[in-house]
């Protein structure tokens, strides 16, 4: 089965911009791929989705406009373009394959997280 690693994260000051990747091994068979993060003391919530084979895309209010995020099929790739970093986009950025639906339990494999800091 699929197995996914995260990347990229780093520190950058508000403003910024950063590029997180996932690198899947093993075929990915889901309907969708998508972009979870989790900020300190709070739950992990949804970030933004993409359609494996279409790619239709769907991101959360809170990130439309300033974030992206693409995918390579070829390479088994995904990918979110982080612009305009604020504050509160502080948090431990995962990937996850599931069926593109926004709750937690519609992912079945997911990678282990790459932390993403926003200087304030």
């Known amino acids: 089965q699929v197995q996914l690693v995260e990347s990229g994260g780093r520190l950058v000051q508000t403003g910024g911009s950063l590029r997180l990747s996932c690198a899947a091994s093993g075929r990915i068979t889901t309907y969708a791929m998508a972009w979870f993060r989790q900020a300190p003391g709070k739950e992990r919530e949804f970030v933004a989705s993409?359609?494996?084979?279409?790619?239709?895309?769907y991101y959360v209010d809170a990130v439309k406009g300033r974030f992206t995020i693409s995918r390579d099929s070829d390479k088994n790739m995904m990918y979110l373009q982080m612009d305009n970093l604020k504050p509160e986009d502080t948090a431990v950025y995962y990937c996850a394959a599931g069926d593109g639906r926004l709750p937690v339990r519609a992912y079945d494999v997911w990678g282990r997280g790459t932390q993403v800091t926003v200087s304030s």
């Open positions: 993409i359609g494996w084979v279409i790619g239709g895309t």
